[in-house]
């Protein structure tokens, strides 16, 4: 019985490698996609900052008083979170791992 003949090494490597340089190009698109959400979503939070800083001082600690606040602290959380991620050495998020990503369990609270 023959033996099957493998894919020569310079052939494996090169194409690990294009798959690799197409992964990463997705990502570079995910991150600029990353980006570009996250200044839209600072505009937005600027506005309800704006919208809770010319409120009226009574209207402060009323039922929309705390939600503008809970508004503008959102943003503030998640960003010093990635902040965090970056400290322990990683771009977006701590790529060195899931710990330092701010994913759903800070923008739940978007939805709520």
């Known amino acids: 019985m023959a033996k099957a003949r493998r894919t020569s090494r310079p052939a494996r490597w090169a194409d690990a490698a294009g798959k690799l340089l197409a992964a990463l190009e997705k990502m570079e698109e995910c991150l600029d996609a990353i980006e570009t959400a996250e200044g839209d979503l600072r505009g937005v939070q ?3 900052e704006e919208w809770k800083d010319n409120q009226p001082e009574n209207l402060s600690s009323s039922a929309l008083g705390e939600k503008l606040e809970a ?42």
Not at 75 to 100: L, P, S, T
């Open 46 to 48: 600027e506005e309800y």
């Open 71 to 112: 508004v503008c602290d959102l943003f503030d959380r998640w960003y010093n979170a990635r902040a965090e991620g970056r400290d322990r050495g990683g771009e977006v998020g701590g790529r060195g791992g899931r710990r330092g990503r701010p994913t759903t369990r800070v923008w739940k609270g978007l939805t709520e």
